[in-house]
């Protein structure tokens, strides 16, 4: 009867093994705010909007949105392509970088993006980023090089 007893404990503590229940799978990012950027190109050129964005610097979306929640302009890439869709129509490229410039007047430094909203500093050539104010939702990027220099501001929804 021991043994019987004991191999039941024995199957009964396996099964618990293999009940584990899994950790969470990392879902994708996601950050919304208000955002501004000042391009000082000639003519000066000036961005303010609300936005959404999620996923990685791989593949995401970024939604440009009016003071009244107006889709103003969408940014989606994947690792092969990249669609910029606006009022007038959609251009795609497999080029991000491209199409931010198309949208923007500048190239923005997506990749680096994610992990500035992350909080973590990332280098990107000509880009210098301010991260002092991530704690308060508060987010600055200036570009001195290449020519025209600009300037990024951040302010996330808390």
């Known amino acids: 009867m021991n043994w019987r007893r004991a191999g039941i404990l024995l199957f009964a503590w396996t099964l618990t093994g293999c009940a584990t229940p899994r950790p969470p799978v990392q879902t994708d990012a996601f ?6 950027l000042q391009v000082l190109s000639e003519p000066p050129q000036q961005w303010f909007a609300n936005f959404e964005l999620q996923g990685t610097a791989e593949q995401g979306e970024l939604l440009l949105l009016s003071p009244i929640g107006t889709t103003l302009a969408k940014l989606s890439w ?3 392509a990249a669609r910029l869709e606006q009022s007038g129509g959609s251009v795609q490229s497999n080029n991000l970088s491209s199409l931010s410039e198309r949208l923007t007047g500048t190239a923005l430094p997506i ?3 994610f992990e500035w909203l992350a909080g973590r500093p990332a280098q ?3 880009w210098q980023a301010d991260l002092s104010g991530h704690a308060q939702g508060h987010l600055q990027a200036q570009r001195t090089q290449p020519a025209p220099a600009a300037a990024l501001r951040i302010v996330l929804d808390q």
Do not use: E
């Open 111 to 113: 990749a680096a993006l």
């Open 124 to 126: 990107v050539q000509g």
């Open 78 to 80: 994947t690792p092969i």
């Open 31 to 36: 950050w919304s705010g208000r955002l501004a």
